[in-house]
């Protein structure tokens, strides 16, 4: 596969990954509020873990189409070993520290039957630290950033983010929230995306 492809495909599975995470985070949150909700709670408690399942598939399609990527080669410690890589290191770091929380989430998720469960709980809050760094990764790595859909992609996600979170911690405030949340969202992604990007290579 030629390095254009294989940059497609990364991108495409970092970008398709972060709408799951982002999807994935406002069923948990609002299922953590016992929000109201169209469809019963346990199809929705399905939705909410095959979406994380599918975060993790797409999640590796984006780490393995970058390490087989000679065009910027990453080896395993850069891979493993967050701030280590030559290109832009603070945005590949942060996803890379974005990828072992969420492995760390799954593995405790997997354990979930076996482990005490404010333990799990505590640790299941941890999802919303990957979101926020791979949101922030997503802006800062991604060549696309400065592009309309994209910036619009994550307005929404951190819009959506911001109001699922306000009906879990102050419910009687989210939904008229919502008028505040784009705005600040957009001037957050805004400010990301104006920041100085680094060489590539």
């Known amino acids: ?52 399942i599918l975060t993790g598939v797409f999640l590796a399609v984006h780490v393995g189409s970058i390490a087989v990527d000679q065009f910027v080669p990453f080896g395993p410690a850069n891979l493993l070993v967050p701030f280590t890589a030559s290109y832009r290191p603070l945005a590949t770091g942060l996803g890379v520290v974005a990828a072992e929380l969420f492995v760390a989430v799954a593995v405790t998720n997997a354990l979930r039957g076996r482990i005490p469960h404010r333990l799990w709980r505590r640790a299941h809050y941890a999802t919303l630290v990957v ?54 969202a957009a001037m957050v992604v805004a400010a990301l995306a104006s920041l100085p990007q680094a060489p590539a290579h």
């Open 1 to 52: 596969m030629s390095s254009t492809a294989l940059w497609y495909t990364a991108r495409a599975g970092g970008l398709v990954a972060f709408v799951l995470l982002s999807s994935s985070v406002v069923l948990g949150l609002l299922l953590s509020a016992r929000a109201r909700l169209e469809w019963p709670r346990f199809a929705v408690e399905d939705v909410h873990r095959y979406l994380a």
């Open 131 to 184: 979101w926020a760094a791979a949101g922030v990764h997503g802006v800062l790595a991604g060549t696309d950033r400065h592009e309309p859909w994209m910036l619009t992609l994550y307005v929404s996600a951190a819009a959506a983010v911001a109001v699922a979170g306000l009906s879990r911690f102050r419910p009687q405030t989210a939904w008229p929230s919502l008028v505040a949340a784009v705005p600040a």
